[in-house]
């Protein structure tokens, strides 16, 4: 039993279901967070059947305002403190910015940026006062180069890896450590929901399942590893978007996104 609770946000399903899963055999308690309380519920069902562990489930849309003040607060009511906040809840949509409804975008900015600003903030706090805790951001490849079809998106993570390293600098020697995790394409429902299945047909081969990922962000964070980018194809390609001139990363984007 480690007594230890982690704060998962989009458990429900792909990369942040293989987390919950990875930290209930480490004996970890979870808070499951998501919106799909059907999927959840079940999940705490698995989890806590297989592996003897505390599972709390909190429903909760990011994109709504004060999703993540009221997520703390109902954790603070329970005196359930958490030593590793896991951001992984986000989403995309894969058609032109000027074809996209503005709602999605600006949901989108509420969910991948500022309920992960809120929730880091928020939990930051009681972490620095006992001096030690655990953070893991998930932002994406898509960090690296602009991504037509999908330009919130892209912004979106690029934000995402920009601010978690900058305060993973700030909290050198604080015993609070922060880990970003850049995943590259992976077998979810992710592809589906943003209405990107030509791309999942370019990178189909390529893509990693959700628990090779979750392994690898789990792996790093245990180690306090500041990035980590899991996989081989992967970590050449953020090298490659790194060095090319960004007209020419821009539109290598745009072909994979257009299949
Ligand atoms: N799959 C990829 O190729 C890939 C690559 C790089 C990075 N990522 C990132 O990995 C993370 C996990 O995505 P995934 O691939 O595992 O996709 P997924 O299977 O679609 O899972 C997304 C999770 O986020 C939750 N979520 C989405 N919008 C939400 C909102 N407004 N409020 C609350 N929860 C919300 C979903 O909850 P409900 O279903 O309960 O609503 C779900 O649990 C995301 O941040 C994504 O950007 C994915």
């Not at 929730?119 to 180069?145: E, Y």
Request: hydrophobic share 45%; aromatic share 6%.
């Amino acid at each position: 039993m480690q007594n230890e609770w982690v704060l998962i946000t989009g458990a429900s399903s792909g990369i942040g279901l293989e987390f919950a899963r990875l930290f209930a055999t480490k004996k970890f308690d979870l808070v499951l967070h998501g919106r799909n309380e059907a999927r959840l519920n079940e999940i705490s069902r698995e989890l806590t059947a297989k592996h003897s562990v505390r599972v709390k489930v909190l429903v909760r849309d990011l994109a709504q305002p004060a999703a993540a003040s009221k997520i703390f607060a109902e954790l603070e009511k329970e005196r359930i403190p958490v030593s590793i906040l896991v951001n992984n809840a986000g989403f995309g949509a894969g058609k032109f910015f000027a074809q996209e409804q503005l709602q999605v975008c600006t949901d989108m900015v509420e969910t991948n940026i500022t309920a992960l600003i809120e929730l880091t903030h928020l939990f930051l706090k009681p972490m620095l006062a006992r001096k030690s805790g655990k953070i893991l951001n998930v932002a994406s490849t898509a960090a690296f180069q602009p991504g037509p079809k999908m330009a919130v998106y892209y912004a979106s993570k690029a934000f995402v890896f920009s601010f978690s390293n900058a305060l993973a600098n700030e909290l050198d020697g604080s015993g609070v450590t922060v880990t970003t995790l850049c995943p590259g394409p992976t077998r979810t429902e992710f592809h589906a929901r943003a209405g990107a299945t030509r791309s999942e047909k370019t990178i189909g081969k390529w893509m990693m399942t959700a628990e090779e990922v979750a392994r690898a962000g789990y792996n790093g964070l245990m180690k306090g590893k500041r990035n980590v980018v899991p996989g081989l194809v992967n970590k050449i390609g953020v090298a490659l978007a790194k060095i090319a001139p960004t007209r020419l990363s821009t539109a290598a984007a745009r072909k994979v996104m257009e299949g």
